[in-house]
């Protein structure tokens, strides 16, 4: 049987993605990318494109930057939602200066509820030095958290490192 609820952890460029990508598209689901995203940059656009380029036409894509959980209600059973990155999604947080913990936990209620398959993508960002900014420090600290939220709702909990999954929490068919 297939888990429900999925976290991908990795750090930048790991394969996070790519793998979380691979797995909802084997999962024999309707295909769901819920992008969190926003293209500030270049590099950003870029990375973006890649990210689309590796999906085909059976992704549905919905942008969802600050709520991924009012996308993610609207799905059901048969689907399979991707969303890619609770990092992105903090970030447009902090920079938006919102509430973080009733954002924080708007989201974790909305993956409780969630009546479809979740993958959800985040960087692991605590195995670096101690930040020297405030605001770096805060968005390490927030990330940190958040990622423990997630992970004690996800069935199963994987770290990818250099393309390969790690289990750290659950099992896998």
Sequence with gaps: MLPKRILV????????SQWAENWVKSSGL????????RIFDNELAARVAIHRARRD???????????????????????????DCATMWLSNHLMEETDLAAAETRLIEALR??????????NEVGHGIVP????????????GRLNIALAAEADVVLQVIAGLPRLLKGSLP
Aim: aromatic letters at 6%; zero cysteines; hydrophobic letters at 50%.
């Design 30 to 37: 309707a295909q769901v990318y819920i992008a969190t995203g």
């Design 9 to 16: 952890l990795g750090g930048a460029a790991s394969g996070k």
């Design 57 to 83: 036409d059976a992704w549905q894509e919905i942008e969802a930057p600050l709520d991924p959980g009012a996308a993610l209600g609207q799905l059901d059973p048969g689907h399979a939602a991707l969303i």
């Design 113 to 122: 509820a969630s009546r479809a398959t979740w993958v959800i993508v985040s």
């Design 132 to 143: 020297q900014n405030a605001l770096a420090r805060q968005f390490r600290e927030a990330q």
